[in-house]
């Protein structure tokens, strides 16, 4: 079965379908049409979500770099230079 899916939507077949008719820049043809507008509007939400979700992405991959390069610090700090005596 072919994937129906649009690299450039969230949405399956359903934003398949209307990728093709509808332009979210030029919605005049389907003005007053309340399932182009509620189209457009769950586009929009999950187009915000997926904004936000690479921010989120991207600050945790920083907050992760720089526990990496603390552990690194950390790690180079480390004296293995043991006085091992035996005891009496």
Known sequence: ???????????CSFGSIFSAFIDRENLTAFKGNDAAKRFVDELNRA????QNARKQSAVLEQQK???????NQLIAALSFDWDVKPEK
């Open 47 to 50: 187009e915000d979500a997926l």
């Open 65 to 71: 770099n720089a526990a990496v390069d603390k552990l």
């Open 1 to 11: 079965m072919p994937d129906d899916r649009d690299s450039h939507s969230p949405f």
